[in-house]
């Protein structure tokens, strides 16, 4: 069993908790479902029945999650994402490619998608910062104006712009 972090993040699903854990643990590496926590009699007001799945605590990379099966009336928004440092264009393909399944293409801008789940990612080179606060503003501006127009990373793009200003 993983260790349990001090602060972990709590997700609300609309009764998917289990197939949401089962995908992202199935992306990331060193991933894992630890436990699945079920309803018991007297939530059926609630909508749920006794056995129902309530919650799954997973891992991503060692970092802990619980998928909680609960209200359907709130939903994600985009005010809070994660943030996934790739290191390579390889990475980012995969990780892109990924958490884009069966997701709405609209949602697709500057790196950030937001999954089947609703969950929004950002989709990130890990030195992002780099281009964005060169010392230079022109290539900084050059390298954050090629990021607008694009869904996907693409690092030597952002290269390419920055240089050529």
Request: contains cysteine; hydrophobic residues 40%.
């Amino acid at each position: 069993m993983a260790t349990l972090n001090k602060i972990s993040t709590c997700l609300w699903f609309n009764g998917n908790a289990t197939e949401a854990a089962g995908f992202y643990t199935s992306i990331f590496k060193d991933s894992s479902i630890e436990k699945i926590s079920h309803y018991s009699k007297g939530f059926e007001e609630s909508g749920w029945k006794e056995g129902d799945v309530l919650s799954v605590d997973f891992y991503l990379l060692g970092y802990h999650f619980v998928a909680i099966n609960s209200n359907p009336n709130i939903p994600f928004n985009k005010a809070v994402s994660f943030m996934i440092n790739c290191d390579n264009q390889e990475e980012i393909d995969y990780y892109w490619t990924r958490l884009s399944e069966s997701s709405d293409p609209v949602t697709h801008q500057c790196g950030w998608l937001v999954d089947k789940f609703g969950v929004t990612w950002q989709v990130n080179y890990k030195d992002m910062s780099d281009f964005l606060s060169h010392s230079d503003p022109a290539r900084a501006q050059a390298a954050l104006l090629a990021l607008s127009k694009m869904k996907k990373l693409d690092i030597e793009a952002l290269k390419e712009a920055s240089l050529h200003v």
